[in-house]
DNA sequence: CTCCCTGGTCAACGCTTGTTGACTTGAGGC
DNA sequence: GCCTCAAGTCAACAAGCGTTGACCAGGGAG
């Protein structure tokens, strides 16, 4: 055995690591916890010492935060490439969005989060582009970010998976633009 | 005991029936056969030996038809009705579409079904109203379609669960007709 | 060197799950 | 009335799960 130093830390963030990893590949139910610790390279009753819980490893592996660039001031155009690009980062960054994607489907507290998430970090940043209606005009951006994110990395959709962060910007750009500026839509 | 009358035909109708409602509820991995069972006031031994498997039975409850109507030779706006009237009405009229985007979320079977039939039957009825790249305009529709579904259904966002179906035509429609439509979208 | 606290191990518990096989019951054909 | 086969019941199985508590070890402080 190499028998690595101790190190609280660095073990604990070994087990957080892999349980994201896990989450974001297999959603809540599937991951178990002896599968996280044998990835960790750690016995499982160490997951109950840092995280008391399953449901307390998933809360912290799910922890996210958007932060999402200003949008004021800026022209449609600007706006959405600036969304596409800090959404394709933040995908590409952590899996954490994934985590809570995939977990939202199958389990009302995740979803709660992820709701949680495009109501409270979301909503306030992009409804300071909106011309009018911002919870409409909010959610149906968070919709179809989603959604995009879903059929190509979940569905795994190769017209979607194919596409670079330019490609993205010309095919969803435009739709994330209008839903936030243009005031002929809606009802 | 009420009883029931014999009848290997109903019987399995209900298996199949109370199996889709909790599998639209939960997911695949969180419902039990012997919950299935119970809602469908049966023995859980009914569950095997009218679907052999628990896998048997989610196939079955996740079996779908889209059956998308003509758009050749409409207008755009004609286009986009009749496909958030369809996708409305697919919604309503049987959870079996919402079945299939819970369980994709964490199953990879479920996620290639889904996919299946967004690439085979999805695909081909509105690659006939894409402009060109008929491949990525129709998964572009695809990913609209099911992030609204997620948003409005699975997370529950009140600004879009509040929406009528003449509001999701104002709100949407314009964004999946100019998906298929528009000939200056993409790179 | 010795203490002791923290990081780490180990084996087991109780429970739920999918699944099985042997059994019982009911109704229609002779 | 009885026989038979399909429909339904029952109890149990093996496996896997989250979780627990008692135990070991190693290194810095005195």
Redesign the interface.
């Known amino acids: 055995m190499p028998s690595r130093p101790r190190d609280a830390t660095a073990t604990r963030g070994a087990i957080l690591d892999a349980g994201r990893a896990q989450f974001a590949r297999?959603?809540?139910?599937?991951v178990t916890i002896r599968s996280v610790a044998a990835e960790a390279g750690v016995d499982p009753a160490m997951v109950m010492r840092y995280f008391t819980n399953k449901a307390g490893l998933f809360t912290e592996a799910a922890a996210l935060e958007l932060v999402l660039p200003d949008l004021r001031g800026l022209g449609p155009d600007a706006i959405a490439d600036a969304l596409v690009d800090r959404f394709f980062a933040l995908f590409e960054e952590s899996p954490t969005l994934l985590v809570l994607?995939?977990?939202?489907?199958?389990s009302p507290e995740a979803?709660e989060r992820?709701?949680g998430v495009?109501?409270e970090q979301a909503g306030p940043a992009l409804a300071t582009a909106a011309v009018d209606r911002p919870?409409?005009r909010?959610?149906?951006v968070?919709?179809?970010?989603?959604?995009?994110a879903?059929?190509?990395l979940?569905?795994?959709?190769?017209?979607?998976a194919a596409?670079s962060r330019?490609?993205v910007r010309?095919?969803?750009g435009?739709?994330l633009a209008?839903?936030l500026t243009d005031p002929d839509?809606?009802?």
Not at 142 to 148: A, D, H, R, T
Request: glycine share 10%; proline share 6%; hydrophobic share 55%.
């Open positions: 297999d959603g809540f139910e599937r994607l995939r977990a939202a489907a199958t979803a992820l709701l495009l109501l919870a409409e909010a959610a149906l968070g919709s179809q970010i989603l959604g995009f879903f059929v190509r979940v569905l795994g959709a190769p017209a979607l596409m330019e490609d010309a095919w969803v435009p739709t209008r839903y839509l809606g009802p």
